[in-house]
């Protein structure tokens, strides 16, 4: 299964970075590097979508339209993609 969901992503004042996703509650990222940052996003959501979908068998949330979103100064919005497959063969 494909899914694509916007992360916020943003750079601190000691030049790390930091990434939340509004749609999913407390799933966040950090990173030395926007790229870095980017990839631990990916891993993030992943996990939590991966988990919603098999421990909790919950409806994901709807996605937010990038109109929607309040970025401050600096933000910046990237959608991250994510596959996750659950058996073998599913996508065959």
């Known amino acids: 299964m494909h ?3 916007p992360a916020v992503f943003h750079k601190r004042e000691d030049g790390k970075y930091e990434a ?6 407390q799933c966040h990222a950090s ?8 990839d631990n996003a990916i891993a993030a959501a ?3 979508i991966y988990v919603e979908l098999t421990e ?3 409806d994901l949330p709807h996605v937010s ?8 100064e600096g ?6 993609s ?3 497959r659950f058996y073998e063969g599913w996508d065959e």
């Not at 939340?20 to 509650?25: G, I, N, V």
């Open 3 to 5: 899914f694509i969901y």
């Open 20 to 25: 939340h996703f509004p749609d999913l509650e």
């Open 31 to 38: 990173g030395d590097t926007l790229d870095e940052c980017m």
């Open 46 to 48: 992943y996990d939590w």
């Open 56 to 58: 909790f068998e919950g």
């Open 65 to 72: 339209d990038e109109e929607d979103l309040q970025l401050a």
């Open 75 to 80: 933000d910046i919005l990237r959608d991250i």
């Open 82 to 84: 994510v596959n996750i």
